[in-house]
C-alpha cells in the first residue's frame, strides 16, 4: 500500500516541510493526541538508548516501537529529521534567565545548566548521536542552532559583554572565542568522554579559570629578575 493510501493527510501536504518560522497549518479531522505524541518521542529516545544510530532508524521502525500506525507519524512529522528536531526539543528545558548580580556567578549557573544536562543520560546520548549524524544531515543541526543553541549562546555572549562593560573581562579579547572557553571542557566531557565525571565544583573551576586569564591587568606587572 502506498504511502498516500495510508496516509492521505500527509499525501496532500505534499511531505513538504514548512519553511523555518512558519505556522503549522490548521488541524483538520480528529484533534492529534498527546498520548501518541508523547508514545513516539519516547520511542525514539529508548531507541536511542538502547544504541541505534539516528541513520539506522526508520519511520516505520519507530512507529512499531511506539505501537503505533505508520500512518500516526507521518501524519505529525513529514519525515525523520522533522521528528528528530521535536524529539531534541523534548529534552530541552529552557535555561534560566542570568539573575545579573555578578558576572562570575551568572557564568557559574549558565555551565551549571549544561552539567546537569550532561549529568541526564538521554540528552549526553541524543547529543552524541546528533553530532555523528550531522554531516549526513546538516539542516538537522541548523534549526536545532537557530530555536535552541542561538539563544543560550546569545545569553552566555549577554553576560561576557556585561563583564567588559564592569572591566571584569579585558576589552581586547574575542567573546565568541572566549564563550568557546567556557563551554568547550563541558561539552568535550559530555560528548567525547562520557565515562568522565561532571563534578559539582566543574562550573566554578572552569570559570575562574579562564576568568583569571582574561582579567585586566592591576597595576605594574613586575619581571622576574
Given at each position: 500500500?502506498?504511502?498516500?493510501?495510508?496516509?492521505?493527510?500527509?499525501?496532500?501536504?505534499?511531505?513538504?516541510?514548512?519553511?523555518?518560522?512558519?505556522?503549522?497549518?490548521?488541524?483538520?479531522?480528529?484533534?492529534?493526541?498527546?498520548?501518541?505524541?508523547?508514545?513516539?518521542?519516547?520511542?525514539?529516545?529508548?531507541?536511542?538508548?538502547?544504541?541505534?544510530?539516528?541513520?539506522?532508524?526508520?519511520?516505520?521502525?519507530?512507529?512499531?516501537?511506539?505501537?503505533?500506525?505508520?500512518?500516526?507519524?507521518?501524519?505529525?512529522?513529514?519525515?525523520?529529521?522533522?521528528?528528530?528536531?521535536?524529539?531534541?526539543?523534548?529534552?530541552?528545558?529552557?535555561?534560566?534567565?542570568?539573575?545579573?548580580?555578578?558576572?562570575?556567578?551568572?557564568?557559574?549557573?549558565?555551565?551549571?545548566?549544561?552539567?546537569?544536562?550532561?549529568?541526564?543520560?538521554?540528552?549526553?546520548?541524543?547529543?552524541?548521536?546528533?553530532?555523528?549524524?550531522?554531516?549526513?544531515?546538516?539542516?538537522?543541526?541548523?534549526?536545532y542552532h537557530d530555536t535552541v543553541v542561538r539563544a543560550r549562546r546569545e545569553a552566555l555572549l549577554g553576560v561576557l559583554r556585561r563583564g567588559v562593560a564592569s572591566g571584569e573581562i579585558r576589552a581586547d579579547r574575542d567573546l565568541e572565542t572566549l564563550a568557546d572557553l567556557f563551554v568547550g571542557p563541558m561539552l568535550a566531557r559530555a560528548l567525547f568522554h562520557e565515562w568522565q565525571e561532571l563534578p559539582e565544583e566543574l562550573p566554578a573551576d572552569i570559570v575562574d579559570?579562564?576568568?583569571?586569564?582574561?582579567?585586566?591587568?592591576?597595576?605594574?606587572?613586575?619581571?622576574?629578575?
Amino acid at each position: 500500500m502506498s504511502r498516500a493510501a495510508e496516509d492521505p493527510e500527509g499525501a496532500a501536504a505534499g511531505g513538504r516541510s514548512r519553511p523555518r518560522g512558519s505556522a503549522a497549518p490548521a488541524p483538520r479531522g480528529r484533534p492529534r493526541s498527546a498520548a501518541a505524541d508523547s508514545a513516539i518521542i519516547e520511542a525514539v529516545l529508548r531507541l536511542l538508548e538502547e544504541g541505534a544510530s539516528i541513520g539506522e532508524l526508520s519511520m516505520e521502525g519507530i512507529a512499531r516501537a511506539a505501537g503505533v500506525g505508520k500512518a500516526t507519524v507521518y501524519r505529525r512529522w513529514a519525515g525523520k529529521s522533522a521528528l528528530m528536531l521535536d524529539v531534541m526539543r523534548s529534552l530541552d528545558a529552557p535555561s534560566p534567565p542570568p539573575a545579573g548580580l555578578s558576572v562570575r556567578d551568572d557564568l557559574v549557573a549558565l555551565l551549571e545548566f549544561l552539567r546537569r544536562r550532561g549529568l541526564a543520560k538521554r540528552s549526553s546520548a541524543l547529543l552524541r548521536s546528533v553530532v555523528s549524524h550531522v554531516r549526513a544531515q546538516p539542516e538537522l543541526w541548523a534549526e536545532y542552532h537557530d530555536t535552541v543553541v542561538r539563544a543560550r549562546r546569545e545569553a552566555l555572549l549577554g553576560v561576557l559583554r556585561r563583564g567588559v562593560a564592569s572591566g571584569e573581562i579585558r576589552a581586547d579579547r574575542d567573546l565568541e572565542t572566549l564563550a568557546d572557553l567556557f563551554v568547550g571542557p563541558m561539552l568535550a566531557r559530555a560528548l567525547f568522554h562520557e565515562w568522565q565525571e561532571l563534578p559539582e565544583e566543574l562550573p566554578a573551576d572552569i570559570v575562574d579559570t579562564v576568568l583569571e586569564g582574561v582579567r585586566p591587568a592591576v597595576g605594574t606587572v613586575g619581571t622576574a629578575g
